[in-house]
């Protein structure tokens, strides 16, 4: 299930965007305030690639450039189109590839970035230390901005859950819908009842 709420309503709450604000996902979308970029050797080809991100346009999402292959080849960040998963993740469109991108998505999602511009001048991603360090300092430096538009999420509604292999104990995960404890329902409901009580209040002055 699929929720998006209305911008006006969400400009006024404001985001909620970044984890240098409140840590914890917004409601509107984000992106770079500035571009970026990053260089090193890839893990699994041994070619030096550069990587720089940009900001792009609310509703554009992840898209990576493969700036050596002819036209600017754009390959969608996106689930539907990873063609492999061994030993890396490998995105793939129109005969042109892009691999060894997981650090890079993870650490979008953990800045909750939800548009860039990705541009590589090679088939794989730099793999730099072997984790996401150099990807959060080079977007630390330029920061995050919210966009003028709702941020589109998945709410789990039921458990799915995913196995593979034959044997007696195949390997599995699963994903189950977030339950409130009774704690954070009291708390919950404390804020609701301080909120309509500051309503209710008459302002200051005579009337």
């Known amino acids: 299930m699929i929720q ?8 006024r709450r404001g985001s909620g965007a970044g984890l240098g604000i409140n840590g914890r996902l917004g ?36 898209t990576f450039i493969r700036k050596d292959a002819g036209a600017r080849h754009a390959i969608t ?24 991108i997981e650090h890079l998505m993870a650490t979008l999602r953990a800045l909750e970035i939800d548009n860039a511009i990705i541009e590589v001048d090679a088939p794989e991603l730099p793999v730099m230390d072997g984790s996401s360090a ?46 409130r404890s009774e704690r954070q329902r009291a708390r919950r409901r404390a804020r609701d009842r301080g909120r309509r009580q500051t309503s209710l209040r008459p302002p200051p002055g005579p009337f």
């Open 4 to 11: 998006k709420a209305e911008p006006a309503a969400l400009l």
């Open 27 to 62: 409601v509107l979308q984000t992106t770079l305030q500035g571009r970026v970029s990053v260089s090193g050797i890839g893990v699994h080809s041994g070619a030096p690639a550069t990587v720089t991100i940009s900001p792009a346009p609310a509703d554009t999402g992840i």
């Open 77 to 100: 960040g996106d689930w539907r189109f990873v063609q492999a998963t061994d030993h890396c993740t490998m995105l793939a469109s129109g005969g042109k590839s892009v691999a060894t």
């Open 134 to 179: 150099a990807f959060v300092k080079a977007i630390d430096k330029v920061g995050v901005t919210s966009q003028p538009a709702a941020r589109r999420y998945i709410k789990v509604l039921k458990p799915v859950r995913v196995e593979r292999g034959a044997s007696r104990r195949p390997a599995s995960a699963e994903v189950r819908a977030h339950q």
